[in-house]
């Protein structure tokens, strides 16, 4: 499963079409307690997060990177304004596994979902993004 924090229905609708064209499974986060909630529900793989909600998504990244072991590895990509970079590198800092800007996210977001949801399979190769 991936997760998904959007600033706004334009991305949240982009991540999840996509998503659905890909046969992915794909749900919105929109706060931690939400998050908190998928993580205990579901096998999750990965998370997307838009740093125009940077509260929220700068918070998701602190509660991965504080979940016990053996807790399984949850992939972090954020994404934001280019000219946002103080924000993205916030976003590295707080241990996001790639940000990228949102231009960069945007082209490349198919490839990016099938390389998260080949991790989802046991056995499965990574494809290179």
Request: hydrophobic share 50%.
């Amino acid at each position: 499963m991936i997760l998904y924090l959007a600033a706004d229905l334009l991305w949240a609708s982009k991540i999840k079409g996509v998503a659905d064209a890909l046969g992915l499974p794909a749900r919105p986060v929109r706060n931690l307690d939400m998050l908190h909630a998928r993580l205990a529900d579901s096998p999750v793989s990965a998370l997307l997060l838009d740093l125009e909600k940077p509260e929220e998504a700068l918070a998701m990244l602190g509660a991965l990177a504080n979940r016990p072991a053996p807790a399984p590895k949850v992939r972090t990509i954020a994404f934001g304004p280019h000219v946002a970079k103080d924000l993205l590198q916030q976003a590295r800092d707080a241990g996001a596994d790639q940000v990228l800007t949102r231009g960069a996210f945007d082209h490349n977001l198919p490839d990016i979902l099938l390389s998260l949801a080949s991790k989802d399979e046991p056995g499965a190769s990574s494809q290179p993004s």
